[in-house]
T-cell receptor
């Protein structure tokens, strides 16, 4: 079955530390890839997306992600986190032969300490 | 307008009540979705409408009944719910295969 794995369920960092959240998916065909963020009490927002082209994509708020096709990975990075980055982060995939189904990973809860 | 709106924000209902959740978007998206999200969990897909036709029902109990009156509106009719149905219900919309835009959700409590 198609699935998305996020390796880190809880991450605690101090401000200015670097962030990398892992995401792997199990699907051999073409996929569209996404990272969503859910700040406390707020709705899901798109951080960034990858459809094709340059595998290093930049999103909002200084986030970026790298698609490595050979590793089926789409890891999220930020060089220097802020307290305001405290949130739940979800990796998600749309397999292009099932274009409606957004398959979410289990999420990573990030806590940034001031 | 890049917003998905949902009403109400909060809903408390008894197990014998009938209520409806509403969702609206004006981005021209022809795919609309209902998700259920429990605390500290990712959203779970319930229904997908494409061009106002139900295209996916993820084996959702019949006490949840979706409706898509037109390309901008999506409803979820609720009847005889159980306490375990208490959750955040999210609506989303998209162009097919593209990023989904999520609404703020309706926090549902079933007593």
């Amino acid at each position: 079955a198609q699935s998305v794995s996020q390796h880190n369920h809880h991450v605690i960092l101090s401000e200015a530390a670097s962030l990398e959240l892992g995401c792997n998916y199990s699907y051999g065909g073409t996929v569209n890839l996404f990272w969503y963020v859910q700040y406390p009490g707020q709705h899901l927002q798109l951080l960034l997306k990858y459809f094709s082209g340059d595998p290093l994509v930049k999103g909002i708020k200084g986030f970026e992600a790298e698609f490595i096709k050979s590793k089926f990975s789409f890891n999220l990075r930020k060089p220097s986190v802020q307290w305001s980055d405290t949130a739940e982060y979800f990796c998600a995939v749309i397999p292009m032969d099932s274009s409606y189904k957004l398959i979410f990973g289990s999420g990573t809860r990030l806590l940034v300490r001031p | 307008d890049t917003e998905v709106t949902q009403t109400p924000k909060h809903l408390v209902m008894g197990m014998t009540n009938k209520k409806s959740l509403k969702c609206e978007q004006h981005m021209g998206h022809r795919a609309m979705y209902w998700y259920k999200q429990k605390a500290k969990k990712p959203p779970e897909l319930m229904f997908v409408y494409s061009y106002e036709k139900l295209s996916i029902n993820e084996s959702v109990p019949s006490r949840f009944s979706p409706e898509c009156p037109n390309s901008s509106l999506l409803n979820l009719h609720l009847h005889a719910l159980q306490p375990e149905d208490s959750a955040l219900y999210l609506c989303a919309s998209s162009f097919v295969g593209n990023e989904q835009f999520f609404g703020p959700g309706t926090r549902l409590t079933v007593l």
